[in-house]
């Protein structure tokens, strides 16, 4: 079966300071990878996806990036974080782009 | 572009009451249609979802919704609720055609009061 793992569980860092999530998945092959930020009262939002290695697509302008190094591994980065960036970071794999799959999420307060 | 809009913030509604979660979407092509419920503190879970066939959809836990094109909507509803379905839930459209991503409702916080 397959399953989702994202790291850290929590996350508190000072404004300015670099920040790097990371999600694996494990039991597929090929996954299309995707990063979203819940902020409170404000829903769910697409911040990058990947359907391979080194394809990585944008969905809003900021001081994050995201990046592929492995087929099953996604990496969410920044190098100044904003007090803006606090939020829950969850990570999601499909093969069909539908039926996405959620990891447990990373909540990062920015001080 | 594909919108989605959950008219209710929040939900509250008594145990073993009836609820309706609404959404309306918006698109100028055809869509696929899904729910996805968020229990407190963890990832989102796929509910229910309508690709094709039978407007109305159920998920093993009976909750049902119902696509209406001409209304553009797929509202969720549940005939008696229990304690453990408070949370968050997501309504998400895709287009049919060359889509590769999901675009969210705000979300609908539904709390069950005993």
């Known amino acids: 079966s397959q399953t989702i793992h994202q790291w850290p569980a929590t996350l508190v860092q000072p404004v300015g300071s670099p920040l790097s999530l990371e999600c694996t998945v494990e039991?597929?092959?090929?996954?299309?990878l995707y990063w979203y930020r819940q902020a409170a009262g404000r829903g769910l939002q697409l911040l990058f996806y990947?359907?391979?290695?080194?394809?990585i697509s944008s969905e809003v302008p900021q001081n994050l990036s995201a990046s592929r190094p492995q087929d099953r591994q996604f990496i969410l980065s920044s190098k100044k974080l904003l007090l803006s960036d606090s939020g829950f970071y969850l990570c999601a794999w499909s093969l069909t782009f539908y039926e996405q799959y959620f990891g447990p999420g990373t909540r990062l307060t920015v001080t | 572009a594909q919108s989605v809009t959950q008219l209710d913030s929040q939900v509250p509604v008594f145990e073993e009451a009836p609820v309706e979660l609404r959404c309306n979407y918006s698109?100028?092509?055809?869509?696929?249609l899904f729910w996805y419920v968020q229990y407190p503190n963890q990832g989102l879970q796929l509910l229910l979802k309508y690709l094709s066939g039978s407007t109305l959809v159920e998920s093993i836990n009976g909750f049902e919704a119902e696509f209406n094109k001409s209304q553009t909507s797929f509202h969720l509803w549940k005939p008696s609720v229990h304690i453990s379905d408070t949370a968050e839930y997501f309504c998400?459209?895709?287009?049919?055609?060359?889509?590769?991503?999901?675009?969210f409702g705000q979300g609908t916080r539904l709390t069950i009061n005993p």
């Open positions: 998400a459209v895709s287009k049919i055609q060359g889509a590769q991503k999901l675009v």
């Open positions: 990947s359907v391979g290695i080194g394809q």
């Open positions: 039991g597929t092959s090929n996954p299309n």
């Open positions: 698109s100028s092509v055809s869509v696929y």
